[in-house]
């Protein structure tokens, strides 16, 4: 008895469209490090370069699909906004997985201003495209 699945040939395709057995795709800036730079320009409060990490079309996301910002200037008045709010805000990341044209993230957000909670845990699910953050799936 054989068990598992079985599929046509050449059909099998990893996440980001390679076949199978093929070589992913390269980046000329690892996506890991990428997340890491605009989580660096953030904590500067440099809204320009902490952009420059997202491409123009980018999503955020609930796991639920609910969509919190759509497109690169729906994040820059969202971070603008929660620069100002709460200029200590800190992201610690004691965890990250990188895969492919994906970067997973477990957040620990500290330095909320007076009133905000103390600590909020979040997973946040990176997608890429061409060197830039395409798509944010927020899981909390």
Same mark, same amino acid.
């Given at each position: 008895m054989r068990l598992g699945f079985s599929a046509p040939a050449g059909r099998l395709r990893n996440a980001d469209g390679a076949r199978r057995g093929e070589k992913e795709r390269e980046y000329a800036v690892e996506p890991r490090d990428v997340v890491q730079s605009a989580i660096d320009a953030y904590h500067a409060h440099d809204l320009d370069r902490c952009l420059s990490f997202y491409a123009a079309d980018v999503v955020v996301k609930r796991a639920d699909g609910t969509i919190l910002m759509d497109g690169a200037e729906a994040v820059r008045a969202r971070y603008a906004k929660s620069m100002s709010d709460h200029p200590n805000l800190h992201y610690d990341i004691p965890n990250r997985i990188a895969l492919g044209n994906y970067v997973i993230d477990e957040e620990r957000v500290t330095g909320y201003s007076?009133?905000?909670? @103390?600590?909020? =845990?979040?997973? &946040?699910?990176?997608?890429?495209?061409? @060197?830039?953050? =395409?798509?944010? &799936?927020?899981l909390s």
């Open positions: 007076p009133g905000g909670p @103390d600590v909020v =845990r979040a997973v &946040l699910v990176y997608r890429f495209t061409a @060197d830039l953050i =395409r798509e944010i &799936l927020i």
